[in-house]
């Protein structure tokens, strides 16, 4: 697994070899063709980061600076590996249900958020992130979750896109 795109371009992005679900390539590609210049300058915050695929690829395309977030003590160590050398980020461990509200009012542009799938954590990520108000307005939750999850939008929000890539759904907000 490696970078698409930007300064970081083709750096090697380290993984447990089992218990988690990067993004792929392709899918990484296509998000950030649909979110073109809005990433330049962009305060992130990737959720579930995982090994932090999305939130790097975001500041290698010119984001400004990188939240991750993520609970897996197995995980962790990868994903200070992978950001070690870029720059302006901050690791998070914890529950994401639990670190969003302390993030409150923190105005990011976009907010990746890639939760395990068939555990309900989709619709729940939605509900934090919107009542939280982490985005700033005008600011896009990009959501991927499967496709047999249903999916409510809430009042400040409104769904912009939503593209299927093999199970994968990604589903991108605007915050109102």
Same mark, same amino acid.
């Given at each position: 697994?490696?970078?698409?795109?930007? /300064?970081?371009?083709?750096?090697?992005?380290?993984?447990? /070899?089992?218990?988690?679900?990067?993004?792929?390539?392709?899918? /990484?590609?296509?998000?950030?063709?649909?979110?073109?210049?809005?990433?330049?300058? &962009?305060?992130?915050? !990737?959720?579930?980061?995982?090994?932090?695929?999305?939130?790097?690829?975001?500041? #290698?395309?010119?984001?400004?600076?990188?939240?991750?977030?993520?609970?897996? &003590?197995?995980?962790?160590?990868?994903?200070?590996?992978?950001?070690?050398?870029?720059?302006?980020?901050?690791?998070?461990?914890? !529950?994401?249900?639990?670190?969003?509200?302390?993030?409150?009012?923190?105005?990011? !542009?976009?907010?990746?958020? !890639?939760?395990?799938?068939?555990?309900?954590?989709?619709?729940?990520?939605?509900? +934090?992130?919107?009542?939280?108000?982490?985005?700033?307005?005008?600011?896009?939750?990009?959501?991927?979750?499967?496709?047999?999850?249903?999916?409510? +939008?809430?009042?400040?929000?409104?769904? +912009?896109?939503?593209?299927?890539?093999?199970? #994968?759904? +990604?589903?991108?907000?605007?915050?109102?």
């Amino acid at each position: 697994m490696r970078v698409t795109g930007g /300064r970081l371009k083709g750096q090697r992005l380290f993984y447990p /070899r089992s218990g988690i679900r990067p993004t792929k390539e392709i899918t /990484r590609q296509a998000i950030f063709n649909i979110l073109g210049n809005e990433v330049a300058g &962009a305060r992130v915050c !990737d959720l579930f980061a995982g090994g932090g695929a999305l939130g790097i690829e975001a500041v #290698s395309r010119g984001a400004r600076t990188a939240v991750f977030v993520e609970k897996s &003590a197995v995980v962790l160590p990868y994903l200070h590996k992978n950001v070690a050398q870029i720059g302006d980020v901050r690791v998070i461990r914890g !529950d994401v249900l639990r670190i969003v509200p302390k993030l409150k009012g923190a105005a990011f !542009d976009i907010v990746f958020a !890639d939760p395990p799938y068939q555990k309900g954590l989709g619709q729940k990520t939605i509900e +934090v992130v919107f009542k939280c108000e982490i985005l700033r307005p005008g600011g896009v939750l990009i959501l991927e979750h499967n496709g047999e999850e249903t999916l409510v +939008v809430p009042e400040k929000a409104a769904v +912009v896109r939503q593209e299927r890539y093999g199970e #994968s759904v +990604v589903t991108i907000f605007r915050r109102c």
